[in-house]
């Protein structure tokens, strides 16, 4: 009988499907991919292709994971976690996996980054209730000035700030020491800071009129 020689295996480049992108933020994401077939050889690399181009004929970045074994759900951080985005922006993806025979892809998907946070950072009123002082707030010197009448004590005024951002320090009704000027720093969302000096002056004592009976 004739020797019949065993049918060569002809491997492929890996099947690989597309998930949606989890984790987002302003900045971050994580993506997810999964390799259901091997196409007969074990992926030698793996990763994901993104940017802001629908068709990602121009990319930001290809990651890169390394090797894979089998099949599976990305797992690699340096493939999967990315940074650097842009805050309220449409980004678009595709994972891919290579091995000898090929690299196959999974198909496009994107996914929005989360809206911008704002940047808004202000002193807008600055008060104090006792005595009723309102006080002057300069936006282009950042600076805030408070005259009070003669005889306060300046170290107990409590004052009431309105601002535009996410936090003050210190924070409003707390009675700072305003002998010598006092730095304000207000905090937008996105956390960027923008500092004030707050400054209380205090009236002079009015003027003793002396008179003089005329004989």
């Known amino acids: 009988s004739g020797w019949t020689p065993a049918a ?3 491997n492929s480049a ?10 987002i ?5 994580t993506l997810n991919g999964n390799i259901t077939s091997t196409g007969g050889a074990n992926a030698t690399q793996h990763g994901f292709a993104y940017g802001t181009d629908s068709n990602l004929s121009t990319v930001i970045a290809t990651t890169t994971g390394g ?21 309220a922006t449409t980004y678009y993806l595709r994972p891919y996996a290579t091995n000898s025979a090929g690299t196959g892809y999974g198909t496009t998907i994107f996914f929005a980054t989360s809206a911008c946070l704002s940047s ?6 600055f008060n104090f209730a006792s005595p009723a002082v309102t006080g002057v707030v300069n936006e282009g010197a950042k600076t805030v000035a408070l005259t ?18 996410s936090l003050i320090s210190p ?4 009675a700072p020491n305003f002998t010598n000027p006092v730095t304000y720093t207000v ?11 707050g400054t209380v002056t205090v009236a002079n004592a009015a003027p003793v009129l002396v008179t003089s009976d005329s004989t």
């Open 120 to 125: 808004a950072k202000a002193i807008t009123a």
């Open 8 to 10: 060569a295996t002809i």
């Open 171 to 174: 924070v409003s009704d707390l």
């Open 14 to 23: 890996p099947t690989v499907t597309s998930s949606d992108a989890t984790s």
């Open 67 to 87: 090797a894979f074994t089998g099949t599976g759900a990305f797992t690699s951080a340096s493939a999967r976690n990315i940074s650097g985005l842009t805050c």
């Open 25 to 29: 933020t302003t900045t971050a994401a």
């Open 148 to 165: 009070v009448p003669y005889g306060t004590t300046v170290t107990a005024l409590t004052p009431t700030i309105t601002i535009t951002g």
């Open 187 to 197: 905090t937008a969302a996105d956390s960027s800071p923008q500092a004030y000096i």
